[in-house]
């Protein structure tokens, strides 16, 4: 056999590849961490940390860390809608996740990952930038450039976990070219931030729409500020995303009132996320891919650092059995992508039917009404609105919203005829402007999709196609029960 630098290397250091070599380096496997940039490096996300990731990182080892346990807890959410507060709840209670969240700017929350790692055992290599793989009978070949100049590693096994643009993706793509994203997001950091600390909002605004706007406290008078969206949005949007974000900012009465002595720190960075795509390849001969790398991102929320933690905790499982049966053939890796089909398929699915239907924005009118009848009724109703926050929050899989359907169908009536009272009467006044509003709104919608049809037939084949993955997963679930 070759001469080999590890048994595994993991390629990308961020919260993916970290805790897969943590995981990896306890198992006793001999494991190099590689990653282009040196760290600590920033990392443009929203910063946002789950209580399902937080479970993960317990997992792991950093809730016994002190900067860790001292980092923002976040312990309610309020939701806001063209500069209107609809409501306003504490995160819900699901056995086994922690009652918050926490706000942890990524240049701290990889770095502790990645220092976990090399305590467990994991070598580092920084300043490594990879360009390809090369797979032979029992080794893989990391071929890459570090300073300046040609190298390469070789290992039992490759996981990739480079992130959206991912050369080790690329390697398992026959086209050797990835996906055009679906989300593209920008944020910055803004001081003297006013407001709750332990609150995360979040602002739907017609002009950021299919996409929101958040802002979630760091620590005390300090914020991750940004907005993503849609990508192919129908019609398209035509803002560019930094000069979207500072207009929500300006125009946006919620936000400017929440950052009216804000300033910002630093620039505005954008990022690209690739969401699930459940025909792509995780597993080839010797490799895998996990996380952002994987695709493995909430189409309906842009989340993503608890499905990176999750991936890779199953990766590092399959790939430790690998190696200790001297199977690492695309058959035996398999398993970490049927892991991945059976754990979160089925709520990608879901995520992205919704997805592909709020993507219409001729439809704004009757997706943003929608939005107002659900927080209607989640005010009056506790179990109804924790199934949908922890929705929202990834606590439980997208296809719970299911049981949200006939309470929203028992009271859509009532909720419906008191939002569109309230919207309409500050618009208009009373009874009339609920008719001229409805007429408008119909009138308009009949318009946009008579004068582009092709639009509204592409929509159409992209919601079937949606829909017929959902139907394969519960054709599929009924055969396994």
Known sequence: MAWLDADVIVVGAGPAGSAAAAHLARRGIQVMLVDRQAFPRDKTCGDFVGPGALRELEHLGLSKL?????????????????????????????????????????????????????????????????????????????????????????????????????????????????????????????????????RADLYLNRQSFPGYCWVFVTERGRANVGVGMLVNTIPPAESRMQDLLTHLIESDPALRTRLRHARLDGRLVGWPLMTYDPHKPLVGERCLVIGDAAGLINPLNGEGIQHALQSARWASAVVAHAIATKDCSAVALSAYARRVEREIRGDMAVSTLLVQLIRNRNLLPFWLTGVGVIADIAKNDRQYAAIASAVLCGMLPTRYAGLLIKPTLNRLPQSLARWATDHASREVGGLLGIVVHSLETTLSVRERFSSHPEQLAGWYSDVDAAADEVSYHIANAHRAS
């Open 66 to 198: 002190a900067a860790f346990r001292r980092s923002n807890r976040i312990r309610s959410g309020a939701l806001f809608v063209d500069g209107q507060e609809l409501i306003t709840l504490p995160l819900p209670h699901v056995r086994g996740l922690p009652r918050f969240a926490r706000a942890i700017p990524r240049a701290l929350l990889d770095d502790w990952i990645r220092q976990t790692a090399v305590v467990a055992g994991a070598e580092m290599r920084q300043g490594f930038r990879v360009t390809r793989l090369s797979s032979g009978l029992q080794h893989v070949t990391v071929h890459g450039v570090r300073d300046r100049r040609p190298a390469r590693l070789r290992a039992r096994v490759v996981i990739g976990a480079d992130g959206s643009t991912s050369a080790v993706a690329r390697t398992l793509q026959s086209s050797g070219a990835l996906a055009r994203p679906q989300i593209i997001a920008v944020r910055g950091y803004y001081n003297d931030v006013v407001g709750p600390i332990h």
